[in-house]
């Protein structure tokens, strides 16, 4: 394994690609408190995680414009309410043309409202449960978001806790190019250990930067490859 980059060395890079700091820092995401994700209801949980499901390998805006219709066809995403459709009715779900046509993704706005409830009897409520998980290891909310709930492996966990605030790095093509060329992770990216290196390496940048891991995972990306943020 090599020595880590200075975080220094990786912003400097960084706005020297994008043209300088004030427009890099421009371009860095918003993180919210613990308090403050701990404001959202079960409802607004499951709506974000069963758009970013469907956005998944499908152009974001189709999915964003068919929402409301979604919306009104499961209840405005009430755990208690998506957990009384019976199978027949997610497949006619499924079938709307109003609606996406695809009965995996539907099935798992309804597996989702079931972990839902699950973390909710243990920990309260998903918002509390996600909003105490450390960041020093949230790529272990990634594997309990995997595990316990449906089609949120891959990049689908992280990308809706960033679409909800919670504070976490991406895999992004670029950052595993990144690391990958800096002989920083010597196992797949879907493994615990390769997890297991990649968040120490990010512990690392935080601890030297006192960023958020959001910050600097978009800073990396600023700093390489074709900036897929």
């Not at 706005?109 to 009897?121: F, G, T």
């Not at 290891?137 to 809706?160: D, V």
């Amino acid at each position: 394994m090599m020595k880590l980059e200075a975080f220094d060395d990786i912003y400097a890079r960084a706005c020297e690609r994008k043209g300088g700091e004030a427009h890099l820092e421009s371009l860095l995401p918003q993180s919210l408190s613990s308090d403050e994700i701990m404001q959202y209801s079960d409802a607004e949980l499951l709506s974000a995680m069963s758009m970013q499901v469907f956005q998944s390998g499908f152009v974001w805006k189709v999915v964003e414009a068919k929402w409301p219709a979604y919306q009104k066809a499961f209840f405005d995403f009430e755990p208690s309410k998506v957990m009384l459709l019976s199978p027949e009715q997610l497949q006619q779900r499924a079938e709307d043309p109003q609606l996406i046509r695809h009965l995996a993704k539907t099935q798992a706005i309804y597996d989702n409202a079931l972990m839902i409830r699950d973390i909710m009897q243990d920990h309260g409520s998903l918002a509390r449960y996600i909003a105490l998980w450390p960041t020093e290891e949230i790529t272990g909310l990634w594997q309990a978001l995997k595990r316990q709930g449906s089609r949120l492996g891959g990049n689908t966990g992280p990308y809706f806790l960033r679409r909800i605030g919670k504070d976490t790095f991406l895999l992004t093509e670029d950052i595993k190019g990144y690391l990958l060329v800096h002989k920083l992770v010597d196992a797949g990216f879907s493994s615990k250990t390769g997890l297991a290196q990649v968040q120490a390496a990010f512990n690392h940048w935080q601890q030297s930067s006192g960023r958020s891991m959001a910050e600097i995972s978009r800073i990396i990306a600023c700093s390489v490859g074709d900036n897929r943020l």
